[in-house]
């Protein structure tokens, strides 16, 4: 199946640094791309929708400023946590859809000091 | 809007037990029903699949049929492992570039 990788997979920062994550489909093009965040000991919420060339779309309660998404090829999406708290550690989790089906990345568990 | 229901864990079971997950969805369409598994400190990996009414998806010994009429993916297996110990997702995918909505996950601890 077609893969995705995210880096970095673990990051630790301290608080009121930004922090960058990036999402790449290896083996096709993806001109949707999603993000997905996991509290402990619960389920994936989806954060927002990235479509290549254009803005993002978040859900609901999810500040744009905050996280920013930036979808600039069809194989690479990046997701900035901008000045990270304690409250944004988290792990976050993108997929890839091929326009059939969606491929997760690994994930990466991010740790705000 | 789509949804998910799955039981909550944990469940614990000795080793070579049988397992059965319950999960049961709503959904606007024709959806693929999906599992996927967490490992401790791991992403998601994707379990098993079902695209259609009456397909049964299995993959190492896990199996889980697309039940339309009681709008069920329920995921079993025989004799569980310790190895299988880990959290599992029922997830389902309505298509079209749309989200993928997840239940709350299942923790799964088999004992030796």
């Known amino acids: 199946g077609a893969v995705v990788s995210q880096h970095p997979s673990r990051v630790i920062c301290k608080s009121g640094t930004s922090v960058k994550i990036e999402c790449r489909s290896l083996?096709?093009?993806?001109?949707?791309m999603f993000w997905y965040r996991q509290f402990p000991k619960q389920s994936l919420m989806l954060m927002a929708t990235?479509?290549?060339?254009?803005?993002?779309?978040?859900e609901q309660g999810v500040e744009k400023d905050k996280f920013l998404i930036n979808h600039a090829s069809l194989t690479l999406s990046t997701l900035t946590v901008t000045s990270a708290h304690p409250e944004d550690s988290s792990f976050y989790i993108c997929s890839a859809e091929d326009g059939n089906e969606q491929f997760f990345g690994p994930g990466t568990r991010l740790t705000v000091l | 809007g789509d949804s998910v229901t799955q039981m909550e864990g944990p469940v614990t079971l000795s080793e070579e037990a049988f397992l059965t997950i319950n999960c049961t969805y709503t959904?606007?369409?024709?959806?693929?029903l999906f599992w996927y598994v967490q490992y401790p400190g791991e992403g998601l990996q994707l379990l098993l699949k079902?695209?259609?009414?009456?397909d049964k998806g299995s993959n190492k010994g896990f199996e889980a049929t697309y039940r339309k009429e009681t709008t069920s993916f329920h995921l079993e297996k025989g004799s569980v492992q310790v190895s299988d110990s880990a959290v599992y997702f029922c997830?389902?995918?309505?298509?079209?570039?749309?989200?993928?909505?997840f239940g709350i996950g299942t923790k799964l601890q088999v004992i030796p």
């Open positions: 997830a389902l995918h309505s298509g079209g570039y749309q989200k993928v909505t």
């Open positions: 083996d096709f093009q993806a001109t949707t």
């Open positions: 990235s479509n290549e060339g254009s803005k993002a779309t978040y």
């Open positions: 959904a606007t369409g024709y959806p693929s």
């Open positions: 079902a695209t259609k009414a009456d």
